[in-house]
């Protein structure tokens, strides 16, 4: 049985997902006794954070193992999926199969932390916190239904943004050193 969860990623290209990821280089050269060739470390899938608090906290410029900002991630995706499609995660991060994908709803990323960040000026003035992140912590379910809210179901393109690299191949006497 499937069991339905939202999941939340900060686009670089305005509705596109990931064909795939890699935990580092998605490539490495490779020299053996087969020959010499690029060896494929891409994973299936792409990248998101487990909670929509997590993906504004890093809209707002706290490293949440990277820094993002809204003029480099123009869109905050939401995307359902079925959960039995995370093929890896951690703390923050999780992976998702492309095939798990059930709909994807977007909203621009300024206008979202915008507004998210009015929200939390009007409540920080009535409770008592301490920063955005512990705010954010506290109102997970707030900041969730907001987005699910104010975004719009959109269609996804799936692209491949870890294409192999070329192959340059230069014959010893074509190498110099100035």
């Known amino acids: 049985m499937a069991i339905m969860s939202y999941y ?10 990931p064909k795939h990821w890699a ?3 998605a ?25 929509a ?24 995706l939401i995307v359902e999926a079925d959960e039995n499609f995370v093929s890896d995660g951690c703390s923050i991060y999780f992976a998702l199969e492309c095939e798990g994908v059930l709909s ?14 009015e929200i939390y000026s009007q409540e920080s003035e ?17 900041i969730a239904g907001f987005l699910l809210k104010m975004s719009e179901v ?8 870890l294409p192999r690299p070329c192959l340059i191949n230069f014959s010893e006497s074509e190498l110099w050193v100035a």
């Open 104 to 117: 994807v709803r977007a909203m621009p990323s300024k206008e979202a932390l915008d507004r998210i960040l």
């Open 27 to 51: 490539w490495e050269w490779v020299s053996d006794e087969k020959g010499s060739y690029w060896e494929d470390r891409r994973v299936p899938g792409f990248q998101v954070f487990g909670e």
């Open 53 to 76: 608090s997590q993906a504004l906290r890093a809209l707002s410029g706290e490293d949440m193992d990277g820094v993002y900002e809204a003029s480099e991630y123009p869109q905050i």
């Open 23 to 25: 935990y580092c280089d």
């Open 126 to 142: 009535q409770y008592d916190y301490d920063s955005f992140a512990e705010w954010c912590e506290d109102s997970e379910e707030e």
């Open 154 to 161: 959109i269609e996804v393109s799936f692209i491949e943004t």
């Open 8 to 17: 939340y990623r900060l686009a670089s290209v305005l509705n596109t997902l």
